[in-house]
């Protein structure tokens, strides 16, 4: 959980909030390509291990806090939530764990993104 947070807080300090939000999603997808744990203590609420359930609460609202600042920038849909995340990331979890393919073609969160969606250059 402090790898996550830490991608979170450096997202966060991030002058372009869709910049930090974009970087926060592929950094969280990079960890958890290295390790599958990483995604399963990020979903998981822990209410016995108190430490880990309060990193884990503060990391959601520094994640919270980047997604209200990409809106207010104009750069995320106004209807997204902090949930949309874990649900980025628990689809991600998904994709990684039956395609052995390393790279992704369009990243599946663009769809987050409030505006016309720009085109990937290869």
């Known amino acids: 959980m402090g ?4 991608i979170v ?5 991030d002058p372009d909030p869709w910049h930090g ?21 990020f979903l998981s609420a822990y209410p016995k ?15 919270a806090e980047l997604a ?8 995320l849909r106004p209807d997204f939530v902090v949930q949309d995340l874990i649900l980025i990331i ?4 998904g994709v990684r764990a039956t395609d052995p393919m390393p790279h992704v073609a369009s990243p599946p969160w663009q769809s987050t993104r409030s505006g016309p969606t720009p085109q990937l250059v290869s």
Do not use: P, W, Y
């Open 3 to 6: 790898k996550c947070g830490a």
């Open 68 to 75: 209200r600042r990409a809106k207010a920038a104009g750069k």
């Open 90 to 93: 628990m689809a991600n979890s």
């Open 21 to 41: 939000f974009c970087t926060l999603i592929n950094r969280v997808f990079e960890l958890h390509a290295q390790d599958r744990g990483v995604t399963a203590a």
């Open 9 to 13: 807080e450096e997202a966060l300090a």
């Open 49 to 63: 291990a108190r430490a880990l359930d309060h990193t884990r609460a503060a990391t959601l609202t520094n994640a």
